[in-house]
């Protein structure tokens, strides 16, 4: 099992920046990738970025140059980085773990970007 904790989040103007930080706890050694994904209402959850064991990183282009993420070989505490932030960045922010098959989520933390 794996638990994991979103924190960071909340009211940002456009144009600033934000770091989340999702802590994990629990059976970490097979975590192979970490990833950060948002939900807005009536939207499908959707992929932000990702972080391998082996540290390589990817974005979905909207966040492309914007965002980073960051942590030690994709276990412990992984941070999203996000700088340039759009009032289209608003969500619910989830951390994500996958290991052995198994899908682990946060809680989620809100992110809202005002114009």
């Known amino acids: 099992q794996v638990q994991l904790v979103e924190a960071g989040g909340g009211v940002v103007q456009a144009g600033g920046s934000r770091r989340l930080s999702c802590a994990a706890s629990g059976s970490m050694r097979n975590i192979c990738v970490r990833k950060w994904y948002r939900q807005t209402p009536g939207k499908q959850r959707e992929f932000v970025a990702r972080i391998t064991s082996g540290g390589v990183t990817g974005y979905a282009d909207s966040v492309k140059g914007r965002f980073t993420i960051s942590g030690d070989n994709a276990k412990g505490t992984v941070y999203l980085q996000m700088n340039s932030l759009k009032p289209d960045d608003t969500g619910l922010y989830y951390c994500?773990?996958?290991?052995?098959?198994?899908?682990?989520w946060g809680q989620g933390t809100q992110v809202t970007v005002s114009s």
């Open positions: 994500n773990a996958y290991a052995l098959g198994i899908d682990y």
